[in-house]
Every structure is written in C-alpha cells, then in structure tokens.
C-alpha cells in the first residue's frame, strides 16, 4: 500500500493512475488526494464536460460504470469521483469494471470513516489493479510530532511546548489542527519563521502556563506549587479544561513512562524512537523516572482508572475540580 506523501507527489507531477480508492478513519488526507486528483487532472476548459461527481448515497455502481466506460468528449481524460462511496450499497459490484479499468478514465473512490475487508476478493482486486490509500487516525500522542512535521514541510519551526499544547486542545482532528495552524500562520511576526506558546495563547485561546501540558510537566518534576495552582485553575474552568481531556493526556504520560522504565537502552535517540515523541521531550521522561519508580507508575496508573471511573458517576459524587485535587496529591504523595 502506498504512502500519502508518494501518492500526492506523483499526483502532483501529473501522473495519474485509473482507479484511486480512498479509505480510512482521517478524512483530511482523502480529502486532499481527492481534490489533488480533481484539481490537477483536467484543465478548467475540459472539467464541463469530462469530469464528473457522484455521491455514494445517490448512485449505484451500474451508474458509477456506466460513468467510467464513456470516452472523455474532448482531450484524452475523463475523471469520475464517487465522494462518501461508504453509503453506495453493492460497491464490490464495481469489480468487474476495475478488472478492466478504461485507461482514459480516472475514477477515484472515497471511501470515509471505513475500510473494506482485507480478506474480501473485492480488497484483493483492488490490491492487484487501484492505487489503494488507508487514511488511519493519527494517535493523539502523535499529534505534535505530527503538527511539528507538517509545519516543517512549509519551512516554519514551532516550540515543542506550542506544538504540546495545540496537541492537548485540539485532539487527533487533522481539519480542525490544521485550520489553526493556517489562523497562526496568518498572524505570524513579519520575518518569523517560529510560532511560539505565547502565540498560540494570543490567539488560539490556550493558556500557555495552565494547560495539561504544564500539568504533565508539573508533576514530572514533583513542582506541588505549580500543579495546584494548575489544578485550581482547571477547576475554575471546567469547561475549557474538561476532567476527561485531562485524564487522557495524564494516562498518556505515565503510561509512557512505564514504557521507559522498562527499557533497557535510555539513550536519547532509543528512547525517543521507543516512545513515538521528539527527541526534546526525552529530558522530560529522564526527570519523572527518577521521581516515580517504576512501582509508583503502575499505582499511578491504577490510579488513573479508578478517577476515569469515578469521573463517569462510579462511586463518587464529587466534582470534577474536587476529583482532580484528589488525583494530584495522591500522585505526588
């Protein structure tokens, strides 16, 4: 299966294959394949009468053959994209046209939020004759890799706590991640080629020192100042700073800190590779490692289940504030 960087820079150069099929969880990157292939295929002069669009919930597959078997009225290409393709019944039904896929037609299949069975003779045919492409949800600890790379790709720098802290608000939603980058983008210094946390504060709405980042990163280092004040503040805002949100991204951390405790080579490069983050979050692990033994980790994460639970009604009435305090102490005591 190829990448998505390969399939947009061919796509990008003008090479177009006969069938395109677009699956997976993370509609952005179909998304943008699909409106590549839309965009570069056909000159504007030729998309009225060689390009058609057809939606999965309105059309079937004789309709979508019959669409890809015409001949192109002018020029020598036609494209036929069927978006939302996961609402078309009998899709598989498509098989015996892209057995014989006509070579003067692109037809591009967006399949969203879904993928077909491997095991299917459908997915094998597919294999053997389309270029297939699984968009899968990116993890939410990827996410500032993810955003540090993607800006990266346009020569801007990020600070790693700027990019932690879009990654705690914003989730694994590429679209939305995005849209706010191309926000900080706009109202970047003249001559700035890094977006910092302080920009992020301005103007994504983020504290830059109260956030689960500096949570994180207060109990990394036993700092009980710093993380009650960030514990009070969470709960003065509970709706900026929902319990849930922050006990996904604390599971997160010492969940990797579990994982560091049990590896054998610590060097930098090992751990961050070990661990799916930077290379300058690895300080940040060396620290809570020596602060939370390994046994303590594992209370912290039993910890951890017990509050999720608790949070969603199970055995407790406190408040969402009043459970977090609890947490905390209980973590750095």
């Not at 309709?63 to 015409?70: C, G, I, K, N, Y």
């Not at 930098?268 to 060396?286: H, M, P, T």
Request: charged fraction near 25%.
């Amino acid at each position: 299966m190829l990448k998505y960087e390969h399939i947009l820079a061919e796509l990008k150069k003008g090479h177009f294959n006969p069938v395109y099929f677009l699956m997976g969880e993370e509609p952005y990157f179909i998304d943008i394949l699909s409106d590549t292939i839309e965009e570069h295929a056909l000159d504007a002069s030729e998309k009225t009468l060689n390009q058609v669009i057809l939606y999965g919930k309105d059309t079937d597959y004789k309709t979508v053959t019959e669409a890809a078997r015409r001949f192109p009225m002018t020029g020598k290409q036609q494209v036929v994209i069927v978006k939302e393709a996961q609402y078309m019944r009998e899709i598989e039904k498509l098989s015996h046209y892209i057995s014989q896929p006509l070579a003067s037609t692109i037809l591009v299949i967006n399949y969203k939020y879904k993928k077909i069975d491997k095991r299917t003779r459908f997915y094998k045919l597919l294999e053997e004759k389309a270029v297939v492409f699984e968009a899968d949800k990116i993890r939410d600890y990827q996410v500032p890799a993810w955003i540090t790379d993607y800006l990266q790709d346009k020569e801007i720098g990020i600070e790693p706590k700027a990019a932690a802290m879009l990654g705690d608000y914003l989730g694994s939603d590429i679209g939305k991640i995005v849209n706010e980058l191309e926000k900080l983008h706009l109202v970047m210094p003249r001559g700035s080629k890094q977006i910092t946390a302080l920009q992020v504060e301005q103007n994504i709405g983020i504290s830059k020192d109260y956030n689960a980042y500096e949570l994180n990163n207060a109990l990394a280092s036993k700092d009980i100042l710093k993380a009650n004040r960030i514990v009070f503040y969470f709960s003065k805002n509970p709706r900026d700073n929902p319990l849930v949100l922050t006990l996904s991204s604390l599971f997160y951390f010492f969940g990797k800190l579990l994982l560091f405790h049990s590896l054998k080579n610590k060097s930098d490069e090992n751990v961050a590779s070990s661990l799916g983050i930077k290379k300058y979050f690895v300080r940040e692990f060396q620290t809570a490692a020596r602060n939370y033994p390994m046994n303590k980790v594992v209370d912290i994460v039993s910890l951890l289940r017990e509050y999720d639970l608790k949070s969603k009604g199970s055995g407790s009435l406190a408040s969402e504030g009043d459970l977090l305090k609890e947490l905390v102490f209980k973590i750095m005591h």
